[in-house]
């Protein structure tokens, strides 16, 4: 029987895992106060039940290198959307805003449908773009690096992520890079 300290430190491990993949040069993950006050602000808007959908930003890690400079940071963002439940993911960006990748942390898709989110041929439509928000190509043949082309027979889940990547993208823009304006801590 698992306790709750287990799951409590295995959901952290598989945080930290996350982080890992969607920043590699980053050696060091820091929780920043600051940036992650703004998140409770942000939720208060109605952002949950606003462009987004119910997607819900839960935290934001800076990474580090080993010299202590900023390499990039992880956002975690929850759906609600997802055709079976809940979908909990990372998403990394560089300081321009580039996302440098999506992990997942909890998924329970339709097995061979929805579950393909998790692979690299729907993950990897993401990666290295720099791009105002994402927008769901349900036709496939996707030709600007705004679209991202559905998982056939998966449109509910393909949605889900979409909405997800476009909501940490959107606290990223409105609110990390609005910090570093400013010149908060980070």
């Not at 959901?11 to 998140?39: G, H």
């Not at 993401?126 to 105002?132: G, I, M």
């Not at 990223?172 to 400013?182: I, K, M, P, W, Y």
């Amino acid at each position: 029987m698992r306790t709750a300290t287990q799951i409590a430190e295995n959901e952290k491990q598989a945080k930290l895992a996350a982080y890992a993949e969607v920043l590699p040069a980053a050696t060091k993950f820091d929780f920043d106060e600051s940036l992650n006050a703004k998140v409770a602000e942000f939720a208060e808007t109605g952002y949950g039940d606003g462009a987004f959908g119910r997607v819900y930003i839960r935290e934001v890690e800076v990474g580090t290198d080993d010299s202590g400079n900023i390499v990039g940071y992880a956002i975690s963002v929850t759906s609600m959307e997802g055709y079976d439940g809940e979908i909990t993911m990372s998403v990394g960006f560089l300081a321009d805003g580039t996302v440098t990748g999506l992990a997942f942390t909890k998924i329970s898709e339709t097995a061979g449908m929805g579950m393909k989110a998790v692979e690299p041929a729907f993950r990897d439509q993401f990666k290295d773009k720099n791009v105002e928000s994402f927008k769901l190509n349900k036709a496939g043949g996707s030709t600007t690096a705004e679209e991202i082309d559905s998982i056939s027979g998966a449109s509910v889940t393909s949605g889900a992520v979409v909405n997800s990547v476009n909501a940490a993208l959107d606290f990223f823009r409105n609110q990390v890079t609005a910090a570093e304006l400013r010149g908060d801590e980070t």
